[in-house]
């Protein structure tokens, strides 16, 4: 963390200042399993299958990642929004990256 600028320090400590630790459930499993269904991710995958999933069972408003290939993609954004329909999950998880929070960027 020594080459942040003050900013970046400051972001990254807000960010984990406001964590909390979620437990992985069945019911998250269960939906995780929908995403490698749906071919969206493969069992290969399935950490990432679970980190979706846990977004949408505990209602989080985003989830910020620079997991490109995986998770911030317009296939998984796509992917989200349908399975959280399917499941009755209401709104989708926001997927972005950082940059989206950083302004001037």
């Known amino acids: ?8 320090k400051h972001f990254n400590l807000t960010v984990v200042v406001h964590c ?5 459930s069945d ?17 290969k995958s399935y950490d990432d299958c679970v980190h979706i999933a846990t977004s949408l069972v505990f209602d989080c408003t985003c989830i910020v990642s620079w997991n490109f290939k995986h998770i911030v993609n ?10 959280a329909a399917q499941t009755g999950y209401g709104n989708a998880t926001f997927i972005c990256n950082p940059s989206y929070f950083v302004e001037g960027i």
Do not use: H, P, R, W
């Open 74 to 83: 317009i296939k998984m954004v796509t992917g989200v929004k349908l399975i």
């Open 1 to 8: 963390m020594e080459n942040l600028t003050l900013y970046e």
């Open 20 to 24: 909390k630790v979620l437990q992985v």
């Open 27 to 43: 019911e998250i499993k269960e939906v995780a399993q929908k995403f490698s269904d749906a071919n969206l991710l493969t069992q």
